[in-house]
Structures are given as structure tokens and as C-alpha cells.
């Protein structure tokens, strides 16, 4: 992430906008952006509900500006948090240009899709229907397909397949995009591919290895901090602090001898360091918060608020 203090003025014709990547939990929204940005800025995990905040990835094209809005999964909240989460995806629906409406095209088309297209229906905004997962689609995918043409005709939707994980389709997605956006300015400098800081980025970082490693042990009731981030001239030395709810979980997430805190910092380090490009010292704290999910002060202290729109 280059540091630009100006930014250019945009040639004549120029394209430029933002899209909401809206759907429910799980569908590949963030490994789609940042495929498409070219530089993993979003997590990813095999546990529903991975995004949390409002994530920005700009994709700065010959013919168009792109700036992704990666949304929490639409969802049924079952805590303070989820309420949270679902509203800001709600407003992000309702404060971008474009919306790309991606679905799990392995699977038949199910009632989670449904309430989103429902949801969507009531915008005036131009939506894409994305079939995200073609390379797990089953050799004879007729009535996968068929089942997502009939969710977009009522509504007009163009429907294209594509492969967030493999890159096929994507070429083709971009164009799509590009045609359903307005002239428009560079709304970032051309090689910024986030507008969120560092520090954001390297807390979701190891949050993300805290998912990836302990799965269904400790799912969605962690939250990480960096408390402190000192850039030495060959080592930049990150302090941050994994907060969750019961004391049972802190065993889990320090393991046997420390075993499970250690592969977390290892991998975590191991993904900020391609993040900074240099050399990282990471150290890692567990803290028990009771119930975090369920306060809105705790929200607010742990950086979960609604957003504006």
C-alpha cells in the first residue's frame, strides 16, 4: 500500500463507481474482491459470517475505477453483533452505484438467496446476478443454473458464471461491470487497493487464522485488537490482544504449552509480513470479555458500530 497524496484528474471518458458484493454468509464475496483487486486485503474462512466491517478494495482499471464494497453476509442475527453487521450490509446496499448479487452457483438456489433478492428488488440501483464457484459446479449443473435464471428474470438481472477461486469468468465480470458504471473521477489514487489503514488490515489477519485453526471450537466470538505497532528501521514489532467470552475458550486459543497461540502467530505473521513487505515480530495476548457480542459499549470498544452510509 504506496502512500499518494494527490490524485489525477481521470481522461476524458473515464469510468468510476462503487459496488456492493452483497449476499448471504459464505458465497465467496471477499475471496471475489480480492481477486479481483489482485491483493488479499479481505479474509476469508470456511466459517459463515467471516466479514465483519465494511471493506473497501479499488481495482484501478485502463478504462474504469472500481471500488468494491465487501458487505457482511446477509444473515437472521441472533445477537447485538449480527444486528450490527446485517444493518451495515443493509446500508451498504442503499449508498453504491452498482450491486453484484453473489450466490453460491455449486448449490440450487435456496431461501437465504431468495430474501436477498427480495431485499434487492426494492433498489433502483442496476444488480448483477454472480454465480460465484463454477469449478465446484456438478458435471451436469442444468437445474443449478436454471434455478438462478428464473431468481433474475423477474427483475431483469444479466447473470454471468465465474470462479472467484480459479480467476475463470473474472475477465469477463470486470467488463460487465465497467459497462453498467457511469463517467466518473478517480475517486482513489490509481495504486491504492484499500482505503482501510494497515492496522485494520493486520488485526482481520489474524482473526482470520483464529478461524481458519480453531473452526467450530471458537466461531464468531472473537475479536482482535493492535495495541501497538512500533516500525523499526529492520523489524516492525506488533502487539495485539484476541478478546473472547469464556474462559474455556482461552484454553483452546493458547493450547497445550502455548502450542495453538504460536501456529496462530506464525501464520498470522507470516500473511502481515507479505502486507508490509518486511520482516515481523508479533506478539499475541487472549483476553476474556463476557459477552462482548451482546454489548453495544463492547462493540463499540472492540470497533463494531453502524456505519454511515
Known amino acids: 500500500m504506496v502512500e499518494v497524496t494527490s490524485i489525477p484528474v481521470a481522461p476524458s471518458g473515464y469510468k468510476s463507481g462503487f459496488i456492493g458484493l452483497v449476499g448471504r454468509s459464505n458465497v465467496g464475496k471477499s475471496t471475489l474482491m480480492n481477486a479481483l483487486v489482485g491483493q488479499k486485503i479481505a479474509i476469508t474462512s470456511p466459517v459463515a459470517q467471516t466479514t465483519r466491517n465494511r471493506l473497501r478494495g479499488i481495482l484501478t482499471a485502463p478504462e474504469a475505477q472500481m471500488i468494491f464494497v465487501d458487505t457482511p453476509g446477509i444473515h437472521k442475527p441472533h445477537h447485538q453483533l449480527g444486528e450490527v453487521l446485517v444493518k451495515n450490509a443493509q446500508i451498504a446496499i442503499n449508498s453504491v452505484d452498482l450491486l453484484l448479487f453473489v450466490v453460491d452457483g455449486s448449490v440450487e438456489v435456496g431461501s437465504g438467496d431468495r430474501y436477498v433478492a427480495d431485499l434487492l428488488s426494492q433498489t433502483k440501483l442496476p444488480v448483477l446476478l454472480g454465480l460465484n464457484?463454477?469449478?465446484?459446479?456438478?458435471?451436469?449443473?442444468?437445474?443449478?443454473?436454471?434455478?438462478?435464471?428464473?431468481?433474475?428474470?423477474?427483475?431483469?438481472?444479466?447473470?454471468?458464471?465465474?470462479?472467484?477461486?480459479?480467476?475463470?469468468?473474472?475477465?469477463?465480470?470486470?467488463?460487465?461491470?465497467?459497462?453498467?458504471?457511469?463517467?466518473?473521477?478517480?475517486?482513489?489514487?490509481?495504486?491504492?487497493?484499500?482505503?482501510?489503514p494497515e492496522r485494520f488490515i493486520m488485526g482481520e489477519l489474524i482473526r482470520e487464522q483464529v478461524l481458519l485453526l480453531t473452526r467450530e471450537e471458537i466461531p464468531h466470538s472473537v475479536a482482535v485488537t493492535i495495541d501497538q505497532v512500533s516500525e523499526e528501521p529492520t523489524i516492525t514489532r506488533i502487539f495485539a490482544t484476541i478478546y473472547i467470552e469464556r474462559p474455556s475458550q482461552k484454553g483452546i486459543l493458547i493450547g497445550?504449552?502455548?502450542?495453538?497461540?504460536?501456529?496462530?502467530?506464525?501464520?498470522?505473521?507470516?500473511?502481515?509480513?507479505?502486507?508490509?513487505?518486511?520482516?515481523?515480530?508479533?506478539?499475541?495476548?487472549?483476553?476474556?470479555?463476557?459477552k462482548w457480542r451482546q454489548s453495544p459499549t463492547r462493540l463499540a470498544e472492540l470497533g463494531y458500530r453502524i456505519e454511515n452510509s
Open 133 to 196: 464457484k463454477l469449478d465446484q459446479q456438478p458435471p451436469s449443473p442444468d437445474s443449478i443454473d436454471q434455478g438462478y435464471a428464473l431468481l433474475a428474470e423477474p427483475y431483469g438481472w444479466p447473470l454471468l458464471k465465474f470462479s472467484a477461486l480459479t480467476g475463470d469468468g473474472l475477465n469477463e465480470l470486470q467488463k460487465c461491470l465497467v459497462e453498467h458504471l457511469e463517467p466518473g473521477p478517480y475517486y482513489y489514487p490509481p495504486d491504492l487497493v484499500t482505503d482501510q
Open 256 to 290: 497445550k504449552g502455548g502450542s495453538m497461540l504460536k501456529a496462530i502467530g506464525t501464520a498470522a505473521r507470516e500473511q502481515i509480513q507479505k502486507l508490509i513487505d518486511g520482516k515481523v515480530y508479533l506478539e499475541l495476548f487472549v483476553k476474556v470479555r463476557p
